[in-house]
């Protein structure tokens, strides 16, 4: 009897072991499946053509991080080392934070959609102002090119990407709020737990600001903010658009919260990103635009993001709601090219491979 019994216990022994290696084997080859991503990020950043990447990449998934890099310097001459930590100016991804402090007063009752901005800016003389409304504005249908020039076309049957829209917008906001635009944002950032992300106002210092670069040709400098010529009055105009300073980690924080509920309602964050508004500019043309996002919505998937560039930095950030996952990439190295399909070529190529990868099947 005993003898069965040590043949039984042996069996069971080798039984569990076998499958113990199974699953060890499983997770193993689950885990495999799961990363088709980095290396191919990683051999693509070390690429010089049409030009080099220099800067940082954070991709989240649930809540954890799984990829990350810190590629090239913060500073060439000292040859620092660039970090997540470091903070860029984000330049158009203003946009959005503009946009939510708008729907913000949307939802306080303070602010409709689609009532003429003459009954929030009642001292601006365009005669357009009677009818361009808050919603023209925010998804670029306005057709405004110029505040003190005419609409470029008849008003919501076209698009066009708009600076002076989202001064107009910084405007309304000071109206309602009785505070200055940078005010009402830092308020809202600190609010968030967004310690290292602030609206720049003129003359405004931050050691911790990394420099941007211009690359043209043989030409390569660290990019002043004094050679645009900005006055006090301009950046103002500037500053709800593109004046906007952050890092990476506190930009995966914006995304995570705006998508899942943390600042806006859901019907109003419905509003921000659903649009028929089709963005014919030339790196996301056939794209629609919400309220200051982009919006890529096929059968098979769905994000939302927006891209950047200026003053010697480049950008892009998505989220994919379905799977809560969210992508950062911020380069402070501006490749001067006319066509911005080399100026954002990394920012592409990485949302090409994460978008075909298994982190979205």
Known sequence: MKYIFRILLTLICISTISCNNNNSDKRIQNIELADDYSEKIDSLVQIKEPHFFNGVILITKDDEVVYKKEYGYSDFDKKEPISLDDKFRIWSNSKQITAVLILKEVENGNIYLHKPIRDYLPNFNQPWADSVTVHHLLNMSSGVRDIEEPLAFELGTDFLYSNPAYGLLSRIIENIKGKKFAEVANSLFAELGMKNTYAYEYGQSDSDLIDGHWIFEDDFRIATFEEYNYTKESWEEMLPGGGMVSNAHDLNLWDKKLHNGGILNIETYNL?????????????????????????????????????????????????PEKKLDVVILENVYHDHEDPAVVYHFETEIRNIVMNSNLVK
């Open 272 to 320: 921000m990103t659903t649009s028929d508004v089709i963005d014919n500019s030339d790196i996301d043309k056939g794209m629609k635009y919400g309220y200051g996002v982009n919006i890529f919505d096929n059968k098979s998937i769905r994000y939302i993001g927006h891209r950047g560039r200026g003053m010697g930095y480049v950008n892009f950030k998505f989220y994919v």
